[in-house]
C-alpha cells in the first residue's frame, strides 16, 4: 500500500508540504473490521440526520442501495462488489479541503479540478465524488454543478477531514460525537451548496477507521465505501504511471481511489484519459458505487 492516498477536485500552486498534505488527503488503511464481511442488503429505513436530499435529480438512484449494519449494529464497509463476474469499476474521487485550509485557498492554492470533471463528462464515466463539507463551502459552484449532474453522485467524505482513528498519518483526532456531528455538517454543506444527487455513502478520512469508529456512526445509517485499488495519483508527477498502477490492479467490481485535487494530484486528468480506454477496450463498464452496492 502506498503511504498516502489524498482525494480532492482541486488545481493550482503546488502544496508546501508534502508530507503533511499527503496525510490530510488521508491514506489506505487495512481493513479488518468485524463490520467488513457485512452483506448488502435493501435501503436502510429511514435518512440520516443532514442525509442526502429526498429527490436527487435523474442519475442518482432515488433508494440508493446501502449495507445492512454489521455485527453490534456497525457501520458496514463496502470495499468491492460481490458479484465479481462483471466487468464494471468504479472510479471515486475523493474533493478534499480540510477545516483550516481557507487561508491557503485565499492566496491562490487550488483544492479543485474543474478539468477533470469536464473529462470525465466528455468520456461519460459515471464517477462517485467523495466530497468534504469544506470543498463544498469552498466551491459552491462547482458542488451544485456535480451534484446536479446525473454523471455523478455525491457521497460523504467528513466536513473536516479529520481522523476518526488515532493515529492517522498525523491527522487531528475527532471524538465519536464529534465524529457523528461531522458527518452531518458535511450532508448540511452538500445541501446548502444545492447539491442533490447525494448518497448515503461515507469514505473514512485517511482510510482509517476501527470498530470504535464504525460505532459512532452507526445513527447515520451510511455505508462506510473503501477501496481495492490505490491509483498513486497523490503528488505523482507521470500521468502514465499512475495509469499502469490502476490498470494493474483494476479487476471486475473494483473500487478505485483518486484524487480531485490540482494541487496534490495533477497528472489524475492525464492518467484518467489514458486509464478509460483500456479499461474499455478490456471489457469494462464504468459504473457508479451505488451500481457495485446494488449487486
Known amino acids: 500500500m502506498l503511504g498516502a492516498v489524498l482525494a480532492g477536485c482541486g488545481g493550482g500552486a503546488g502544496a508546501p508540504d508534502a508530507g503533511r498534505d499527503a496525510a490530510r488527503m488521508g491514506t489506505p488503511a487495512a481493513p479488518g473490521s468485524a463490520a467488513a ?12 440526520a443532514g442525509s442526502p436530499a429526498a429527490a436527487p435529480q435523474a442519475g442518482a438512484p432515488a433508494k440508493p442501495p446501502t449495507m445492512a449494519p454489521g455485527p453490534g449494529g456497525l457501520t458496514p464497509v463496502f470495499e468491492r462488489a460481490k458479484q465479481q463476474t462483471d466487468k464494471t469499476v468504479a472510479l471515486t474521487f475523493d474533493a478534499d479541503m480540510t477545516s483550516d ?4 485557498a485565499e492566496g491562490g492554492e487550488h483544492f479543485d479540478n474543474p ?4 473529462t470525465l463528462r466528455t468520456l461519460k464515466v459515471p464517477s462517485t465524488i467523495f466530497m468534504t463539507g469544506r470543498w463544498a463551502e469552498e466551491y459552491p459552484d462547482q458542488a451544485k ?12 467524505h467528513s ?10 498519518y498525523g491527522l487531528p483526532a475527532l471524538d465519536a460525537a464529534a465524529a457523528r456531528a461531522d458527518v452531518d455538517r458535511a450532508f448540511a454543506a452538500f445541501r446548502q451548496a444545492g447539491a442533490v444527487n447525494t448518497v448515503p455513502y461515507f469514505r473514512f478520512p485517511g482510510g482509517c477507521y476501527d470498530d470504535q469508529a464504525l460505532r459512532a456512526l452507526s445513527t447515520a445509517k451510511v455505508t462506510a465505501v473503501q477501496w481495492d485499488v490505490v491509483s498513486g495519483d497523490a503528488f505523482a508527477k507521470d500521468p502514465a504511471a499512475v495509469a499502469e498502477q490502476v490498470l494493474a490492479g483494476v479487476k471486475p467490481g473494483s473500487v478505485v481511489v483518486m484524487h480531485c485535487t490540482r494541487s496534490a494530484a495533477p497528472v489524475t486528468e492525464e492518467a484518467v484519459q489514458q ?3 483500456e ?8 459504473v457508479k458505487v451505488s ?3 446494488g449487486k
Open 275 to 277: 486509464i478509460v480506454p
Open 115 to 118: 478539468a477533470l470533471i469536464s
Open 279 to 286: 479499461l474499455r477496450k478490456r471489457g469494462y463498464r464504468f
Open 101 to 104: 485550509q481557507g487561508p491557503r
Open 291 to 293: 451500481e457495485l452496492i
Open 159 to 168: 466536513y473536516s477531514h479529520h481522523a476518526f482513528k488515532s493515529p492517522c
Open 37 to 48: 464481511s457485512a452483506t448488502a442488503s435493501a435501503p436502510a429505513a429511514g435518512s440520516p
Open 145 to 156: 454543478s456535480i451534484g446536479t449532474d446525473p454523471n455523478f453522485e455525491i457521497a460523504n
